[in-house]
């Protein structure tokens, strides 16, 4: 048997204990191969000594974040326990403080994490007009929306506009229970769920009350002129060619837009054709316009999805070769 003490000099210990001990709590749950006890600033660890560097690796973490962001809620201090692949624990211990976006609620800080999510950021600086392609997971709406919220706190923007076409995805809009706005709500969740990871949850409906924050579907956003705005078109594979233009001319003064798309999933019926593909190949040489494409390495889920997208990357070259060859 080994043991090892971890001196928690650095930070708050009440803070990293928690009220009650509740996030020590978690810990002992975490590693219950170790005896692990507290006195004052000091933890000890004792039992077999892979699992004491597996639980100081990560307590070192913890400590880490404490010190860049004071507090730590229960939620993440678990999160940050259970990570275990670097893409999780980098979601919160950030190398350069100056490539956080947002810091959002309970301490948690939202950044560009992979190559091109960083060539997003660079972008949105330089460009009005982003096209953000990939496959799905690799963070495109994401960071979309971390760098609309970002622009609108430094007070760059005075709103941000996020929109989807609202498009059927196997499923059957009329048959949806609720109101116009509770059958459309569903299509926007993740606009909403990006949000939540980066704004109060009172200071975000104060947003929304006050339209400063407006998530609508695509068709509402015919006939305006958005002005001072940060404006994002999701899931854009979904929009025909006219729904695009007419997007991309609604852009007024001192406005920045994204269009974020996924080429491989597109969800229009038989008889439409995605506008897509047409317009980020038309506007490619254009300047003020970027054009960022996101692949596989990108990917910020679970690492089994980086498997699943080259699994169907495969099966979609082998079927276009297969119909080359007949």
Same mark, same amino acid.
């Given at each position: ?153 430094? *007070? !760059? =923007? $005075?709103? #941000? /506009? ?8 196997? +499923? ?130 679970? *690492? !089994? =999805? $980086?498997? #699943? /997208? ?8 082998? +079927? ?7």
């Amino acid at each position: 048997m080994t043991e090892t003490i971890i001196n928690l000099e650095t930070v708050n210990p009440i803070e990293f204990f928690g009220v009650n001990n509740s996030k020590f709590d978690i810990l002992k749950k975490k590693f219950p191969l170790l005896k692990i006890l507290s006195r004052g600033t000091q933890i000890k660890l004792s039992g077999a000594p892979e699992q004491i560097d597996l639980a100081k690796e990560k307590i070192d973490l913890i400590i880490q974040y404490m010190e860049r962001n004071g507090h730590l809620s229960e939620n993440y201090f678990e999160q940050i326990l259970g990570g275990d692949d670097a893409e999780t624990i980098d979601n919160f211990i950030d190398k350069n403080p100056n490539d956080v976006l947002v810091f959002g609620p309970n301490g948690k800080t939202v950044r560009a994490r992979t190559a091109n999510q960083k060539k997003m950021v660079t972008a949105a600086d330089k460009n009005d007009i982003i096209f953000a392609i990939g496959p799905a997971g690799t963070g495109k709406t994401y960071t979309a929306v971390a760098l609309a919220v970002r622009a609108l706190k430094n *007070k !760059l =923007v $005075k709103k #941000i /506009i996020l929109t989807r076409p609202a498009v059927e995805a196997g +499923e059957n809009l009329g048959f949806l229970p609720g109101d116009l706005k509770e059958k459309i709500d569903p299509y926007l969740r993740p606009l909403y769920d990006a949000l939540d990871d980066m704004i109060p949850a009172d200071k975000l409906g104060y947003y929304m009350t006050t339209r400063t924050i407006e998530i609508a579907p695509l068709a509402y956003m015919r006939g305006r002129t958005l002005d001072n705005a940060f404006i994002i078109l999701d899931e854009s594979q979904n929009a025909n060619d006219l729904q695009i233009k007419m997007f991309l001319t609604r852009i007024g003064a001192n406005a920045k837009a994204i269009i974020t798309g996924d080429p491989t999933q597109v969800d229009l019926p038989r008889n439409q054709k995605s506008g897509l593909e047409k317009a980020s190949r038309i506007l490619q040489n254009i300047e003020g316009i970027a054009h960022i494409q996101l692949d596989e390495e990108d990917v910020v889920r679970h *690492k !089994l =999805v $980086k498997a #699943i /997208i080259r699994a169907y990357d495969k099966e979609r070259e082998n +079927e276009t070769e297969n119909s080359y060859h007949r």
